[in-house]
């Protein structure tokens, strides 16, 4: 392999398998990409990847497809799913996740639920399970959970609380995965403009913060800015709705060493009757 490959991946991927970083999946997502990584206070389908709470948001069947070309490599392919079936029970959720090529790859299926606890409170969870392989390594398998808070404190602001993996499962014996947690807010000053804030803690490794911007000039169009810290990370993005159910997101994230990473997603939300 070339050894540039080899020096981007290490940097990517060995801090944590300990071999997984705690953002190798994180954010499979084109919108929250380009918002910084926030996500934790979306309340629509693409709060699968970010916070199954926001799932309770969800009332007409709903699919996202996204991939992304970490660092223009081609040789790297990062790849999600995720799809919402609102009930009488609640909402019900499946993600899958891929990341890496044929030395290296991770893989992730779980299975979600979300509804409203109270009239402005809503709770969701995700059950997982995670699997890596790295050649000459072998393969690893565990079981892990997520948990997430959405309180919407009033019509322009809405709060978000997540946590992965909080009871630091193992891989193996002194070998965790990790445990990330997070805390974010949504404040909509005007119809067209959404802040957004979060804070983030991987144990570990250093708090980040996360800073984005998106306006809507209109209903089928927004433009998105972000920023996340630890690394410094500026991010950008659009949202196109192209049909009455289908919207296409796209974004670029820049990293000062590795370089950019463009992404893309369609989200498809069936039009109720």
Known sequence: MCPKYLLKIAC???????????NTFYPPD???AALGGAGVTFSD????????????????????????????????????????LPTSAGVFGAVIHYFGFQPFNEQK?????????????????????LHAAISGYGQRTAYTFELGLISVVSRQLRIGFHVSNPLRIAWSENDYLPTLMRLGCHYQPSEKVSLYGEVEKDIGYPVRTIWG???SPTAGFQARLGLSTAPLSPRFGVGLQLFKSLRLDIAAAYHQILGFTPSAGFNFQKSKL
């Open 30 to 32: 084109a919108r929250a």
């Open 213 to 215: 911007l998106e306006y």
């Open 109 to 129: 299926l779980g299975i979600a639920y979300a509804r409203n606890l109270l009239k402005h409170l809503a709770i969701g969870a995700e059950i997982s399970l």
């Open 45 to 84: 389908v693409h709060s699968a990847f970010s916070n199954q709470a926001g799932l309770s948001g969800v009332t007409s069947l709903s699919a996202i497809a996204f991939a992304e070309q970490k660092f223009l490599i081609g040789d790297i392919q990062s790849a999600a799913l995720a799809v919402a």
């Open 12 to 22: 990517w991927a060995l801090p944590g398998l300990g071999l997984c970083q705690h």
